[in-house]
């Protein structure tokens, strides 16, 4: 994958988030009105805050939606973890065009919650994957 080069305003959003967390970021990117932070897995504890409290001390402090997903060099593992809120029973990746295409399948009573008003979760999961993997589109099943 090519070098992503971050814009002032998104390293004010990781340094913000890096000092009040601890947390290391890997990425962050705006996607579909919320900021999506990709930290490392080992500091996704302290990214959130016991019970979720530093993230939502964040959206507070930032007027915006706040994502926090375990970063992982796996593809399949990091579709996983994008999803894991609707705790995915299975990833399936098939060959697309010059990529790859990602199946997540979740109990039928998590489907419509994973993939989103309009979609909203799915082109998250897009932005995602496109700009770390060879996935160039998800849905949910």
């Not at 992503?4 to 004010?12: K, V």
Request: with cysteine; net charge neutral.
């Amino acid at each position: 994958m090519s070098e992503i080069a971050f814009d002032t305003e998104t390293i004010g959003y990781i340094r913000l988030f890096e000092e009040r967390t601890g947390a290391r970021v890997k990425d962050c990117l705006e996607a579909e009105e919320k900021l999506v932070y990709l930290v490392h897995p080992e500091d996704i504890h302290k990214a959130v805050g016991p019970g979720g409290v530093l993230v939502e001390h964040l959206k507070g402090m930032m007027k915006k939606e706040i994502q926090v997903v375990a970063w992982d060099d796996d593809p399949e593992t990091l579709v996983r973890n994008i999803f894991y809120w609707y705790s995915p029973l299975r990833i399936d990746l098939t060959t697309k065009g010059n990529g790859r295409h990602a199946t997540v399948t979740v109990d039928p009573a998590w489907k419509a919650r994973a993939i989103g008003k309009a979609g909203k979760n799915l082109k998250v999961a897009r932005a995602i994957l496109v700009r770390h993997t060879d996935i160039v589109s998800v849905n949910v099943a």
